[in-house]
C-alpha cells in the first residue's frame, strides 16, 4: 500500500502507511483511512445445485465466482444483491426471498491496492434452473454445478472458499 507518497493536503511527500487502514503525513496532520468496504455474494441455488460464474477479468480471472460485487453508498446489502444480480446476469429477483447466511471478511486486491472488506452472503433459491445472457466483460461464462461438485479450490476469492467450506457441510 506504499502506492500513496504525497499528501494531498500539503503536497510533501510524507505520507505513511501504517500497515493495515491509514495513512497519514507527520507533516500537516492530515489522515486517510482505507475503512473495510461492504460487498455481497449471492449463492442462486435450484434443487441440489448452484448457478456459479467464471470471471472475466482480474482478479482472478479464470475462477469460480458467486455473482455478487460492492455495496454502493445509500444503498443497502439487498438492493445490492438485487442491483448485482441485474447488472451480471439480468436476471430480476424479489429481495424478499434473499435469506442471509453469514459475512466474512476478505481482502480484494485490484491494481496493487488491497480492499478490506466484508463480505456478506445470501442465498437465493429459484424453482427452476434458467440460463442468462450474460455480460462478457465481466463473466466469461456461467454453469449449474451440483453442491457435491463445489470445489473450493476452484473458487476465486478467499471468503467464498471458507464460506463453501461451511455451506457444504451444512446442506
Known amino acids: 500500500m506504499k502506492l500513496l507518497k504525497y499528501c494531498p493536503s500539503c503536497g510533501k511527500e510524507s505520507l505513511e502507511w501504517d500497515g493495515e487502514k491509514k495513512w497519514s503525513c507527520p507533516n500537516c496532520d492530515f489522515r486517510l483511512y482505507n475503512n473495510v468496504a461492504g460487498a ?27 455473482a455478487g460485487g460492492f455495496v454502493d453508498p445509500k444503498e443497502s446489502a439487498e438492493e445490492a444483491c438485487k442491483r448485482e444480480l441485474f447488472e451480471e446476469l439480468q436476471l430480476r429477483i424479489d429481495i424478499s426471498n434473499l435469506k442471509y447466511i453469514t459475512s466474512l471478511p476478505n481482502i480484494y486486491q485490484y491494481k496493487e491496492i488491497d480492499y478490506n472488506t466484508i463480505d456478506l452472503f445470501y442465498e437465493y433459491t429459484v424453482s427452476e434452473k434458467f440460463d442468462v445472457n450474460i455480460e462478457l466483460s465481466e463473466i466469461s461464462e456461467t454453469q449449474w454445478i451440483p453442491l457435491k461438485e463445489v470445489n473450493p479450490d476452484d473458487i476465486a476469492f478467499d471468503s467464498q472458499k471458507r464460506f463453501f467450506e461451511v455451506y457444504l457441510k451444512s446442506i
Do not use: F, H, M, S
Request: charged letters at 35%; a positive charge; aromatic letters at 4%.
Open 40 to 66: 455481497v455474494a449471492v449463492v442462486i441455488r435450484c434443487g441440489d445445485e448452484v448457478y456459479l460464474t467464471r470471471r472475466n477479468q482480474e482478479p482472478k480471472k479464470g475462477k469460480l465466482d458467486l
